[in-house]
């Protein structure tokens, strides 16, 4: 499974124990964030990733900002993402089975890391539920014209 992680720098501390973390196992990770506390723009930070969406088979996304809100946003402006800011546990599983999340997005000045990695295990071991979510996933895609 091959997953793009990216992150500003309030994300930065997160990123690595994440990505530390999934190395251990069999995934292969892209790390498209920035690797220092220096300040950076958030939303740089989530288009690297949406972009690779676009372009790559990627499996998932994984962001992370100081509170996940401003690189969540920034993600979800492109079509084809359903990031999902979740800082617990039953959000994770609700956004894959519901939502079909591509993109789990974290706080790295709000979540506690060992429940940030229990969130990392959920989100990526859930499946999308199907059903009576797909006609409102496709409803996302093509929101009407205002
Ligand atoms: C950066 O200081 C902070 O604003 C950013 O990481 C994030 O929390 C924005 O939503």
Do not use: W
């Amino acid at each position: 499974m091959k997953i793009a992680l990216s992150n500003d720098h309030g994300g930065t501390q997160l990123k690595v124990i994440i990505s530390d973390y999934l190395k251990k196992f069999n995934y292969e990770i892209i790390n498209l964030g920035t690797d220092t506390i220096v300040s950076v723009d958030y939303p740089d930070y989530a288009y690297k990733v949406a972009q690779l969406f676009k372009k790559e088979c990627i499996d998932f996304g994984i962001l992370v900002c100081g509170s996940g809100i401003g690189i969540s946003i920034a993600a979800n402006r492109y079509s084809h993402i359903r990031a999902a800011l979740c800082n617990d546990i039953k959000s994770c599983e609700l956004s894959r089975l519901h939502n079909d999340a591509n993109i789990l997005v974290l706080g790295g000045r709000i979540i506690k890391h060992n429940i940030a990695l229990q969130c990392v295990d959920k989100f990526l071991s859930t499946e999308f539920e199907g059903g009576r979510h797909i006609n409102r996933i496709d409803k996302l895609s093509n929101p009407p014209l205002l």
